[in-house]
Every structure is written in structure tokens, then in C-alpha cells.
T-cell receptor, first 111, second 116 residues
């Protein structure tokens, strides 16, 4: 089973600050997804990256897939309280197979 | 117009009881999943069905038995509940299995199971 390690596990910052969340593995993934989960809800897909070195932007969120497709990062610029939530990365071992989830990063953005 | 729905939202029961959680998706997806999220928020796949056929069965105690009466429904029955079964259980669905890269999974709102 391929493991995904996320860091940090917990992050509490002030509104307006920037932050980066990391998702690392020793294994190669065919694709990697980032989800956000809010309390009492299921995870919701934010983005999927499939090509090594790929960078995708979603408003203030920037996602990057490592060149070797073993790691990914999520960077949030000028964080807002609405960004608060649990961020999960999930990797797909081979195309169309099961997802392996990271342990999650609990982000709290204080007003 | 809920995409993936689960019932009940909360389930509190005594150790040793048998309980079921229901899941329905109205997205026309072929594949459905059950995940368990523990107290540390770690999300782990339990089962996956594609067109009513079991395709993933992780190392889950056989007290857990999924049932898919049709491809829009995937229910989870748990026998002889134990304290360690307390968790949030998520149902999810996705359009395809093993055919294209990166299928988006749509998650239900979760069922919080508490075993006393």
C-alpha cells in the first residue's frame, strides 16, 4: 500500500497570511487529487494533477505536482477564514484505481 | 437534488448490536465506495462496487457486509458492533472504474457511528 504523508498536520494562521501544505510519498502516483472537508460534510474535490511538474491555480490556491510524481503541494495566498477546513491529498496508484488518502492537514484561519 | 445521500446522519448504538447504513447516488455513476474516517481524520477505503459487483475489499472484518441492490445504492451492514467501529463512514461514487485516468469521487455527508 502506497502511503501519503501530509505536513503539517495542524496549521493555525491569521487572515491574510500565506501557507503551504505538503503531500509526500516514496511511491509514484499516476495522479493526485486535493480535497477539502468541512465539519459535518464529506470531502469535496478541489483539483486533480496528472502530469509531473504540473501547476494548477484555483483563485488563491496553487497546486503543484512534483516532477517525479511522488509529491504535491498546496499553496494558499492571503488566507481567509472561509479557507478553514481539513485538506486531504489523495493519490491514484494507476489510472482508474483506488485512491489512497493522506492523513490530512487541519487548517484554521483566524479573522 | 442531493447527489450522494446517506442515512442516518448519526447512529448511536450499543456494543453487540447489528446496524445498517444506507447510501444512494442520483448521479448515474457506475462505481460506489465506502470509506471509514477515524478520530484522527484518516480516510481509508473499505469497499468498492462497480455496477453492483464487488471490486475492492480491503482488510475489513467480515462483520462488515456491503450490499448493492442496484448501481445507485450501496448499503453497509455491520454485525456485532464493537467499540472500535466508532467512526464516520462516508459513501462516495464516481462515474467510471479503470477506464480513464482520475475519476472524481463525490462523497456523501457521512454517518457518524458511535458504539457505546
Amino acid at each position: 500500500t502506497q502511503l501519503l504523508e501530509q505536513s503539517p498536520q495542524f496549521l493555525s494562521i491569521q487572515e491574510g497570511e500565506n501557507l503551504t501544505v505538503y503531500c509526500n510519498s516514496s511511491s509514484v502516483f499516476s495522479s493526485l487529487q486535493w480535497y477539502r472537508q468541512e465539519p459535518g460534510e464529506g470531502p469535496v474535490l478541489l483539483v486533480t494533477v496528472v502530469t509531473g511538474g504540473e501547476v494548477k491555480k484555483l483563485k488563491r490556491l496553487t497546486f503543484q505536482f512534483g516532477d517525479a510524481r511522488k509529491d504535491s503541494s498546496l499553496h494558499i495566498t492571503a488566507a481567509q477564514p472561509g479557507d478553514t477546513g481539513l485538506y486531504l491529498c489523495a493519490g491514484e496508484e494507476t489510472s482508474g484505481s483506488r485512491l489512497t488518502f493522506g492523513e490530512g492537514t487541519q487548517l484554521t484561519v483566524n479573522p | 437534488d442531493t447527489a450522494v445521500s446517506q442515512t442516518p446522519k448519526y447512529l448511536v448504538t450499543q456494543m453487540g448490536n447489528d446496524k445498517s447504513i444506507k447510501c444512494e447516488q442520483n448521479l448515474g455513476h457506475d462505481t460506489m465506495y465506502w470509506y471509514k474516517q477515524d478520530s484522527k481524520k484518516f480516510l481509508k477505503i473499505m469497499f468498492s462496487y462497480n455496477n453492483k459487483e464487488l471490486i475492492i475489499n480491503e482488510t475489513v472484518p467480515n462483520r462488515f457486509s456491503p450490499k448493492s441492490p442496484d448501481k445507485a445504492h450501496l448499503n453497509l451492514h455491520i454485525n456485532s458492533l464493537e467499540l472500535g467501529d466508532s467512526a464516520v463512514y462516508f459513501c462516495a461514487s464516481s462515474p467510471l472504474w479503470g477506464e480513464t485516468s482520475t475519476d472524481t469521487q463525490y462523497f456523501g455527508p457521512g454517518t457518524r457511528l458511535t458504539v457505546l
